[in-house]
């Protein structure tokens, strides 16, 4: 075997090496995305500043995204992952309806408290509140896995006798709860009534108990 045959890599070996290099890439984007979004806003944010800010050209970025719409949604999308997977590892071990209520309400609350940036992603504060840009199937699709971070409180509820359209209502009034608190605490606002957020939450989730 020649020299120059031992230097080149096995073809698995260059896909693998292509793949980690083009996911590393993209996560060099969606970072740089998440930080012009912050200080801009998505309206405010141009590909051209999320590009410079990866240290690439605008036009590399459509190896990835043709759209900043499409990096905010990858964004979000990603986040979302995120809060389910934090919401199921906190069902593990329940033992009960009641608890799996309190342990997916604390879950899905503790995620937003620990990650501020995650909520105004979430829930569109980069965008004015409203979900602008986003094609409606990927609106869709993103409600859909909110939704699936919500759903073990409402089988829950559902579980511990509610009737399904009041389990729904009782799992809408609960997020309101988590969502108004949320804002409160990253907004300080909660500091009016010399409230902590987190017991606010706990005696609104006591209301079940005797469900």
Known sequence: MDESSKSVAPPDARRRRERA?????????????????AEHGLAGASLREIARRAGYTPGALYSYFDSKEAIYGAL????????NTAVDAALAGATGPRDRL?????AFYGFYRDYPRELDLGFYLFNGVRPMGLTPALNEALNARLRDALSPAEVALTEMGLPAAHAVTETTMLFAQMVGLLVLAHTGRIRLFG?????????????????
Not at 21 to 29: K, M, P, Q
Not at 195 to 211: M, N
């Open 21 to 37: 290099v083009s996911r590393a890439r993209r996560e060099l984007i969606l970072e740089a995305a998440r930080e012009a979004f």
């Open 76 to 83: 979000l999308g990603e986040s979302l992952e995120r809060l």
């Open 102 to 106: 309190r342990r997916a309400a604390r």
């Open 195 to 211: 409230q902590q957020p987190e017991a606010v939450l706990e005696d609104y989730l006591a209301r079940f108990e005797g469900a």
